[in-house]
């Protein structure tokens, strides 16, 4: 004859719960950590753009004024 403890369940049951518990939160930690990678890649590339751009905008500024000064 056995006999369970509820104890013992209980404990299993709470340590069941907290395995899951760290696996969500690894996979959320995971996901957050690819997001941050990709704002990251995309920041980089936006800067990129942002100075081409300005270069871009100072030579027609340059352009015009040299149109306007002749």
């Not at 930690?29 to 890649?41: G, H, P, Y």
């Amino acid at each position: 004859m056995t006999t369970t403890n509820p104890t013992i369940n209980r404990g299993t049951k709470e340590i069941t719960n907290l395995k899951k518990q760290l696996k969500g939160q690894s996979e959320a930690v995971a996901t957050l950590l690819s997001r941050m990678s990709i704002l990251s890649d995309e920041l980089a590339v936006l800067k990129g753009e942002l100075g081409t751009f300005k270069k871009n905008v100072a030579n027609d500024v340059k352009y015009l004024t040299d149109r306007v000064d002749s």
